[in-house]
């Protein structure tokens, strides 16, 4: 668990979001936040009159982008995006160290329990499905793979949510209290530190209709080897599929993965470790062998 967390002190210090979002290759990346399901192509003069920049200024982004494969020219002088997302989502598939450690975790309970289960990571101020085992082919969810979803709704996003560094959670109150109030959070920051303190100590969430109607969602943390929030892993059911056994007796069986998930990526993380170090050495012997 994330001790760090456990005992939030008010926020009567300044928390600013201030920094990056200010420099051009933040201006440049965040033009791709644009890209939608229903928006998938934009032209400059498009881009110039929703962000408010010149033509001249959204026509060197998007040479940018292009020229970086994360973005392709299409016809009528629009872009979409490109096709060297493709290449990374594939890499990510390959080697992400949390995708990889936690896919056939993941399976074998699937086959086992009978459930269904969804991996969730955090970028920002998103929580994000990285993978699927689905058991069920009757459930659909809005939480499908690489569909970002808010911080505050959710068995999934409520406790990474609880699981964040005290900065972040201090931040998320100051920028987003309606969102909290909505989400039953808390009104205050009080309420707010106390009923994420619940969640942390209980090492589980249970969600009930949040996301998708009639779903049910059950979450557990996934902690990094140092200590801090990777993500969490969620079971997912109907109420056909409850069939009268409650979301607490999979809880032990769920938090078990997370653990041998979290093993996987302790060991996983040794042999990187193991040759930074030898790389390091490498560097360090024509310097030692001058002398």
Not at 20 to 35: D, F, H, I, M, Q
Not at 200 to 212: L, M, N, P, Q, Y
Request: glycine share 8%; net charge positive; hydrophobic share 40%.
């Amino acid at each position: 668990m994330n001790e760090s967390a456990e005992d939030l002190e008010p926020a009567d210090e300044t928390v600013t979001t201030r920094g990056a979002e200010g420099s051009s290759l933040t201006r440049v990346l965040g033009l791709l936040e644009l890209y939608t399901v229903d928006r998938p192509a934009w032209t400059a003069e498009e881009i110039a009159h929703s962000c408010g920049y010149s033509k001249a200024t959204s026509y060197r982004y998007l040479r940018a982008l292009a020229h970086a494969g994360l973005i392709a020219p299409d016809e009528g002088g629009r872009y979409v995006l490109g096709p060297r997302i493709i290449q990374l989502d594939r890499q990510i598939r390959m080697s992400d160290p949390l995708l990889v450690s936690a896919r056939p975790v993941m399976a074998s309970m699937r086959d086992r329990l009978g459930v269904n289960l969804i991996l969730c990571s955090i970028y920002a101020d998103r929580v994000i499905c990285i993978h699927e085992e689905w058991q069920s082919s009757a459930v659909e969810t809005q939480f499908s793979r690489g569909r970002p979803m808010p911080l505050f709704r959710g068995a999934a996003s409520k406790i990474i949510l609880a699981n964040l560094p005290p900065s972040q959670i201090k931040s998320a109150m100051l920028n987003c209290p309606d969102e909290i109030r909505a989400a039953g959070l808390g009104r205050t920051w009080a309420e707010f530190r106390g009923r994420l303190r619940e969640i942390r100590r209980a090492g589980f969430c249970i969600a009930d209709s949040e996301v998708d109607a009639g779903l049910e969602g059950t979450a557990v943390p996934i902690f990094r080897p140092s200590g801090s929030v990777m993500g969490c892993l969620c079971m997912i059911r109907t109420y056909a599929e409850r069939g009268g056994r409650s979301a607490q007796s999979f809880i032990a069986a769920l938090q078990s993965g997370a653990r041998e998930i979290e093993q996987r990526l302790a060991t996983s993380a040794v042999p990187r470790a193991t040759d930074q170090a030898r790389r390091r050495r490498s560097r360090a012997r024509p310097a030692a062998d001058k002398e």
